[in-house]
């Protein structure tokens, strides 16, 4: 991999994309066990058999019956080693998660306040004259930038295993991108120095704390810290995928990531994770409320983000979900707790539909169809208007990077473009409210008479993005 694209790859997934693989409708009377175990592995296999992944491990899992634990492809392509539900993948931002299961546990023990000061922990957070709380770090709303998104000060380092002061050095005399809880932007920095957070307060090294507390007393086996020099059995090689085939992922320190992305395991041990810690055994119930309840900004409005994990829905079922990604391996992980179904999908290959794959696989089992598109209906919008909201934004994407949108008035139309995709119309509904295209929904937040960001998606799926200084 060209060491540009290294910031591009080490990306962390928080919320399933549109579905390349579309779930038609099951029959009223449902299908048989059978059929349905059939057309998930169908579904499940489809990115091998398109070549459009090395190799993938999934896991769906209704209540007791498991109805799919299966490998396919490859996790050496060198070695020809097939993948199989045991063997070991990184797992990228679902790291967050166990991070934030960890700080819980402190705040459980009095050890950490949701709304301390986050330098009372961390005395050498520079918060540039804002309250930066410990609650901000979780949920994304610190405003402090985050080093996967600066582009060259990143890749120039991202092959060393930096000191936890080198890393933070990266952007500690920054400018915060907003004041703390008034915009979602998600934020690797934010998780790395809760990882700091827990060293400090527990005096032990990140990875060997959440094997003593985490990983051990629940059955763990494959769960580790994904060190690049300890010999991990099973583990899979990392692939990028390129116009003309196949090639080994970049190299990356597992110090670099940290408790944003440091982890690996198998598709069985987060099954098992997810059941523990949806029903109490991990946190106790006022702790995962916690988690997994969407913040509000202090404008008031809500996002689909909690502690770590990423509160959505399919069809009318909530889904408690988070993905992940860095270089060479593509996760995702969903709960629907109402019908008691888990579904894990890793890949070692990026990119890979492994968020898209999940939400197929959920949509079958509870036979929920895609959703349909409504026809938006445009209002009229002066030259002046349309004025407060053209200019350059940064936003989040499903996988965790951060891309620019620019939005320009063009023969008295807005347009939205994102580098050399095709243009979308915005059409205007009201309310600062626009319809991308013919699909999603984008609200803009406009202060002082000018748009300062903007939020797209609809019901509990949102992407934030920030006005461009």
Avoid at 174 to 190: E, K, Q, R, V
Avoid at 283 to 300: F, I, K, Q, R, W
Avoid at 376 to 381: A, V, Y
Avoid at 453 to 467: I, K, P
């Amino acid at each position: 991999m060209r060491p540009s694209s290294i910031a591009r790859r080490f990306a962390f997934i928080i919320a399933a994309t549109a579905l390349p693989f579309g779930v038609s409708p099951l029959a009223a009377q449902g299908p048989s066990r059978a059929e349905l175990v059939k057309r998930l592995d169908s579904i499940a296999a489809a990115p091998v058999k398109n070549h459009a992944v090395a190799g993938m491990a999934v896991a769906v899992v209704k209540g007791r019956d498991t109805l799919l634990y299966k490998g396919y492809g490859y996790s050496d392509l060198e070695n020809d080693v097939r993948v199989t539900p045991a063997t070991v993948f990184r797992i990228g931002s679902i790291t967050k998660q166990f991070t934030s299961s960890a700080v819980m546990q402190l705040v459980e023990q009095g050890k950490v306040g949701l709304d301390d000061d986050a330098t009372k922990y961390l005395p050498n957070l520079k918060t540039h004259g804002q309250h930066i709380l410990v609650r901000n770090l979780l949920n994304h709303t610190s405003g402090i930038p985050s080093y996967t998104d600066i582009g060259a000060p990143f890749a120039n380092v991202s092959r060393l295993d930096l000191s936890h002061d080198s890393l933070y050095a990266l952007v500690a005399n920054d400018s915060l991108m907003f004041a703390p809880g008034s915009h979602f932007y998600y934020n690797n920095t934010g998780y790395y120095l809760l990882g700091v957070l827990l060293e400090r307060i527990t005096g032990k090294p990140y990875g060997e704390y959440l094997q003593e507390k985490l990983f051990a007393p629940n059955g763990l086996k494959a769960t580790t810290y994904c060190s690049t020099d300890k010999l991990i059995p099973h583990r899979a090689q990392g692939y990028e995928k390129t116009e003309t085939g196949f090639v080994n992922a970049d190299y990356i320190g597992m110090n670099l990531p940290f408790a944003a992305g440091s982890l690996c395991s198998t598709v069985g041990d987060l099954v098992a994770w997810t059941k523990k810690l949806s029903t109490g055994g991990i946190v106790n119930a006022s702790s995962y409320h916690e988690m997994t309840t969407p913040m509000h900004l202090t404008s008031g409005r809500p996002m689909n983000y909690g502690f770590g994990l990423t509160v959505d829905s399919l069809g009318d079922h909530l889904m408690i979900s988070h993905g992940g990604g860095i270089n060479g391996f593509i996760s995702y992980l969903l709960d629907v707790p109402g019908d008691s179904l888990i579904v894990a999908v890793l890949s070692n290959t990026a990119p890979a539909p492994s968020d898209a794959v999940a939400a197929s696989l959920a949509r079958a089992v509870l036979g929920v169809p895609a959703p349909k598109r409504a026809t938006p209906k445009e209002q009229p919008l002066s030259a002046d208007e349309r004025a407060r909201y053209t200019g350059d934004y940064d936003q989040t994407m499903p996988d965790g990077r951060k891309r620019r949108v620019t939005i320009s008035d063009e023969n008295g139309q807005l347009v939205l473009r994102v580098g050399s995709q095709p243009p979308a119309r915005l059409s205007y509904q009201g309310n600062a409210t626009f319809i991308v295209g013919t699909g999603g929904r984008l609200v803009f937040d406009v202060a002082g008479g000018r748009a300062t960001g903007f939020v797209m998606g609809g019901g509990a799926r949102t992407l934030e993005a920030v006005r461009v200084p």
